[in-house]
């Protein structure tokens, strides 16, 4: 149906003239549309609904994602999972075929890194890093040419071209190893692991040879007699916790010392456990106190900076990871008998899952975290056992997010999923900060109102603190999001942006400054960047292959995906059913 200029001003000015209805029906309780009473109810509570559900936006709540589990392909897991800032997460398991191997990628799970019907013959520890590389340790068939059942620390599936470190057995040709404990590996592909060596003496190393690659080891010149649990940043700092021979012990980042030292026993601290690093260099740890109890740290100073202690409800902590935004996550026991799995900074701790709590329609026995489970987005990957005897590894993913960028960080990779209802998630691309930022992301029901004469396709995206730099809004819906909302032309579908001047849904590219651009229908965005090598603002497009929408901007506000209006401007109508009722009604009226 064509609607003409004047069928446009007519709408807006509907659209006026039942918001200040609205606002009277508070107290009268029906709006009146050319002289017909309808209920407020009726008319105002797709409106009420959304605007109370974007004031409870932030609330914290989790969903939860499932990669996999014993009733599929899979029977049994090595430990708890890894997962990186693209939501890709990396686990040993075995099928039911019988095969094991490192499997990567999310749910569901399509990817194996490695598996004993190749050259290995046994996996553990995997960790990852945002570009996708995995690190894990195995032992090597010992059919394979002269490792005869070695170990080492490797990056694929070829033993001889992705070895990190190997031990042969025999002995031939000669190496200097021994044993190997589990890996951490950096953006870089720099890979750190502890390792037991042929010549005596346990170590910290970051390659093959231990004369060039120690970051710190036990043997007789060495201030430490152990070592264990090194983490290492995207800045290549590596830290671990050693035993000095001299009493006491610490965290430290190399065998410098004092210059590598971050904390010791010789302060309010009595033992420690395995740190954790994030970008800033800031270093986090697990600690028992001089004055009794324990806790979780990231300085000199046991109250200042503590983030969780056993004062409270907490009685064990297990298992930390640490994020650049300074939050931990950790699996910790309660006073109460009870368990769970916990993330936040110090005073806003939130309880993620634990005993008892329901998941994928049974409860939960049991939830188990690694070191590397919570990425800088917020998710956090774990382990889990069922009542009903299920077992798997899911995502837990946050309902907001926080997300820190110093100037010059990439935008790529921020991402959130809608945790309250539609199955709609939101990722920024490309560009980066132009100052230090904090980028906010929540999501509200799209299923309260109406944009024009059609439904949105999922949830209600509000993103803020981008300021007015350059990046690429990318919005996915699943097909239950499409059909929800009446199988609209996926082929129209575009990012539409509220603008807060008037009420109304537009194009999001009519937000930016300079206004309006290009379409790019029938494209992803990878698609169009690998067509043109550049990003122009207000470029924008989608994929209904890939149920992907994009946009580039360089403004903030509340986004829904929805089809492109005729001719280009949308109204907001919380309750579209009745505006659209009234144009058409008044169109008959003209003709």
Not at 66 to 72: L, P
Not at 321 to 339: K, R
Not at 374 to 395: K, W
Request: hydrophobic share 40%; proline share 5%; glycine share 14%.
């Amino acid at each position: 149906m064509e609607v003409s200029l004047l069928g446009i001003t007519r709408f807006a000015q509907v659209q006026l003239f039942l918001t200040n209805q609205i606002m009277k029906a508070y107290i009268s309780g029906v709006v009146r549309v050319s002289g017909v009473k309808l209920p407020y109810c009726l008319a105002a509570a797709g409106i009420v609904a959304f605007l109370a559900s974007a004031l409870t936006a932030r609330a914290q709540t989790f969903s939860f994602l499932g990669i996999a589990d014993s009733e599929g392909a899979f029977t049994g897991f090595g430990g708890a999972p890894v997962i990186n800032n693209k939501g890709e997460v990396a686990f040993a398991a075995s099928l039911d075929s019988g095969v094991r191997g490192i499997f990567f990628g999310r749910s569901p799970i399509s990817d194996t890194i490695v598996d004993d019907t190749g050259p290995y013959d046994g996996f553990a520890f995997p960790a990852i890093n945002n570009e996708g590389g995995v690190a894990f340790r195995a032992f090597v068939d010992s059919s394979e040419e002269h490792f005869l059942g070695g170990s080492g620390i490797f990056t694929g599936d070829d033993p001889e071209t992705d070895a990190v470190a190997v031990h042969y057995v025999p002995n031939n040709p000669p190496d200097p190893w021994g044993s190997f404990g589990g890996p951490a590996i950096n953006d870089e592909g720099t890979v750190v692991f502890p390792a037991i060596t042929a010549f005596g003496g346990f170590g910290i190393y970051t390659g093959n040879d231990p004369a060039t690659d120690t970051v710190a080891d036990t043997l007789a010149a060495s201030p430490f007699r152990n070592l264990s649990g090194p983490a290492i940043n995207n800045k290549g700092t590596i830290v671990f916790f050693g035993e000095l021979r001299a009493g006491g012990g610490g965290i430290f980042s190399g065998d410098d010392l004092p210059d590598d030292t971050i904390v010791t026993t010789a302060g309010p601290y009595s033992a420690f456990g395995a740190p954790a690093i994030n970008d800033k260099d800031t270093v986090a740890f697990i600690a028992n106190r001089d004055i009794g109890g324990r806790g979780i740290f990231t300085g000199p100073d046991s109250v200042s900076d503590a983030i969780a202690t056993t004062d409270g409800e907490f009685s064990t902590f297990l298992n930390l990871s640490f994020n650049n935004n300074d939050a931990v996550a950790f699996g910790a026991d309660l006073d109460s008998g009870d368990f769970g799995i916990y993330t936040g900074t110090a005073g806003q701790l939130r309880r993620v899952i634990g005993k008892g709590d329901a998941l994928f329609e049974s409860t939960v026995v049991t939830a188990n975290l690694s070191a590397e489970n919570l990425n800088d987005n917020g998710e956090i990957a774990f382990f889990y056992t069922l009542a009903d005897g299920r077992s798997g590894v899911a995502v837990a993913r946050p309902g907001s997010l926080d997300r820190q960028l110093e100037a010059g960080d990439d935008y790529d990779g921020v991402r959130l999923t809608s945790a309250v209802g539609a199955d709609t998630s939101a990722v920024l691309r490309y560009g980066e900060a132009g100052v230090d930022r904090t980028v906010a992301m929540s999501f509200t029901s799209g299923g309260s109102f109406s944009i024009g004469c059609s439904l949105p396709v999922g949830d209600v995206l509000q993103l803020s603190g981008t300021g007015d730099d350059i990046f690429v809004l990318e919005m996915n819906y699943s097909e239950e999001d499409l059909v929800a909302a009446g199988d609209p032309g996926e082929v129209r579908l575009t990012i539409q942006w509220l603008d807060p001047a008037d009420g109304m849904w537009k194009n999001a590219v009519f937000g930016n400054d300079p206004t309006g651009g290009q379409s790019f229908f029938g494209l992803s965005f990878d698609e169009y960047f690998s067509g043109s090598g550049v990003i122009a603002l207000g470029a924008y497009g989608n994929d209904p292959d890939t149920n992907t929408v994009w946009a580039v901007l360089n403004h903030n506000s509340l986004f829904v995906i929805a089809i492109v209006p005729e001719p280009g401007v949308l109204s907001l109508t919380a309750f579209g059913g009745l505006i659209c009722w009234f144009v058409r009604r008044g169109s008959r009226k003209r003709r």
